[in-house]
């Protein structure tokens, strides 16, 4: 660990600026990832990171957490990078599908708990632990490693990170993941993190909520619900997961609209089973996809197609890839 984080202070030691960017869409493992990596850069060579994300942070827990962080975050489209401006990815990678890059950018680091599909990465410097949970618990080792004792508002970020990506230790995780989140916990600000976990929605909220139930169909043992138009991208995940509880379920597959594209989220029970596989499977030939064990999401350009006949392609295509007749009757949920 003391030769990765010197190969990292190597990679970014010439650097004036650094633009340190989480995937699209950007959840707290990506966004406290962004955050610590910009810290231990600082820290150790007093590099002033910016932060920038494409796609939008609509969860109304993922806004808390934003504005907790008290840091600036920008959006990409409002970035004038200049050619050759050296980036920084967390949580993602080079091809991963969910990052676009500002034209002419660099990458220069990689730090990621994701498999890349394929090619190899050619970046300076790459730390990929496709065995960890959160790409956080792999920034928890470099705070441990530089000797920085993270101030509350890191230690409270990285801990929910890694909490929201692993269920509390629960899904995908391994004794790394357990290992941050416990050097974590005495150090985080527990007020801050129920106000964060409770975040107040709107009504939409449970909008979206019931056309996901009353749209869920059943067969055997996936659940395929059609969210309709979402108000932001990560509902899809969001009603999986809860959707995944049913006690018939295996696999869960939500779909939703958000801006031009349809966003795909995949979901099993089993550990045994390869959530990114379906997911891949799903997108085939119409978009990207990409995932972590038993989590996995993909979109899919909507320019071209028609919204109801993709969804229709998709439940075939999850029917197919998991052996379910296509004759099977779908059942609803009440
Ligand atoms: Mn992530």
Known sequence: MKSRLETLVQA????????????????????????ALCYVLNHQLKLAGQIAYGGIIGRAENKALVQYLNQPLTPVAELSSPPGQPVALVDTHPGAGNIMLPAGAAVILVIDHHLPLSGQLTAPFF????????????????????????PGWLATALFYGIKTNTLGLGRNAGPADAAAYHFLQPKIDVEALANIEQARVP?????CFDLALRNARIYNGLIFSDLGVMD?????????DLLLRLERARWVVCVGGHQQALIVSVRTRSRQDNAERLAITLVHN?????????????QIPL????????T???????????????????????
């Open 203 to 207: 009504p939409q909220y449970f909008k």
């Open 12 to 35: 970014a030691s010439r650097l004036e600026t650094l633009l340190v960017m989480p995937h699209h869409n950007p959840d707290p493992d990506a966004l406290a990832s962004a955050a």
């Open 127 to 150: 730390d990929i632990r496709p065995d960890v949970g959160a790409t956080a618990t792999i920034l928890v080792e470099y705070l441990e490693v530089a000797g920085i004792d993270p």
């Open 303 to 310: 320019a071209g197609h028609n919204f109801n006949e993709l």
């Open 232 to 240: 932001y991208p990560d509902q899809a995940a969001e009603i999986a």
């Open 286 to 298: 119409l978009g990207a996809a990409g995932g972590h064990g038993t989590i996995a999401g993909g």
């Open 312 to 334: 229709a392609q998709l439940v075939q295509r999850a029917l197919q890839a998991l052996n379910i007749s296509p004759d099977t009757p779908a059942d609803t949920l009440f």
